[in-house]
């Protein structure tokens, strides 16, 4: 694809459940990033990886989040037990070497 | 610790020209610029690597003050379509995670 994509784009979920969220970089990107963005609010960083190694993952709130990028490719983005809390657009973006990063579409997720 | 922008919002008409500040209680190693356009993801703009460096794309360019740790965003002749909120992230020595400032929001009226 041209750009990354999220999956899914909402996700309405109950307190309680968990849910994964998925991130496709662009092709060949080697680093992937997650961010978690409130309305009017610049982006908050999560966790990144630099191919399959977690290499910062101290903006995950508490142990309930984690990430993984098995592959070096898509990553997904698990919140356990969510809380309401957790509601909140997720986005991703992913970038070469020279830092820029470029984000997906975002996933909103929505826990009742 | 998150950069601040001022200002926070601006109301502008099409054609005058706006500056947006980016300021670092840290050392920077580079500064990015997004634009975000409302229900839309972030947009990249451009990169500043080097201190002093000023860059231009079409006719929105910046300036980086190394020493100053701050930023500077000039938007010129502004038109409709630059309306939006505007991002910096800033790079630390030593951290390889984008910090996101404050933003600010844009608004051009015909």
């Known amino acids: 694809g041209a750009g990354v994509s999220q999956s899914p784009r909402y996700k309405v979920t109950k307190r309680g459940q968990d849910v994964a969220l998925r991130c496709d970089p662009i092709?060949?990107?080697?680093?992937l990033y997650w961010y978690r963005q409130a309305l009017g609010q610049g982006p908050e960083f999560l966790t990144y990886?630099?191919?399959?190694?977690?290499?910062?993952k101290s903006g995950l709130p508490n142990d309930r989040f984690s990430a993984e990028r098995p592959e070096g490719s898509i990553s997904t983005l698990t919140i356990q037990r969510t809380e309401q809390r957790d509601s909140a657009m997720y986005r991703c973006?992913?970038?070469?070497?020279?830092?820029?990063?470029?984000f997906g579409p975002g996933t909103r997720l929505l826990v009742l | 610790q998150q950069p601040v922008q001022s200002p926070q919002a601006v109301i502008l008409r099409e054609g005058e020209d706006a500056v947006i500040n980016c300021s670092s209680s840290?050392?920077?190693?580079?500064v990015h610029w997004y634009r975000q356009k409302h229900g839309e993801a972030p947009v990249f703009l451009m990169i500043?690597?080097?201190?002093?460096e000023q860059k231009g794309h079409e006719k929105i360019s910046a300036s980086f003050n190394e020493k100053k740790q701050q930023s500077s965003l000039y938007l010129t002749a502004s038109q409709l379509s630059y309306s939006g909120t505007y991002f910096c992230?800033?790079?630390?020595?030593?951290?390889?995670?984008?910090?996101f400032g404050t933003g600010t929001r844009l608004t051009i009226i015909p």
């Open positions: 973006a992913s970038s070469s070497a020279v830092q820029t990063q470029y």
């Open positions: 092709s060949g990107h080697v680093s």
């Open positions: 990886f630099n191919y399959e190694a977690q290499q910062d």
């Open positions: 840290k050392a920077l190693y580079s």
């Open positions: 500043l690597l080097k201190g002093g």
């Open positions: 992230g800033t790079y630390n020595f030593g951290n390889e995670k984008l910090t």
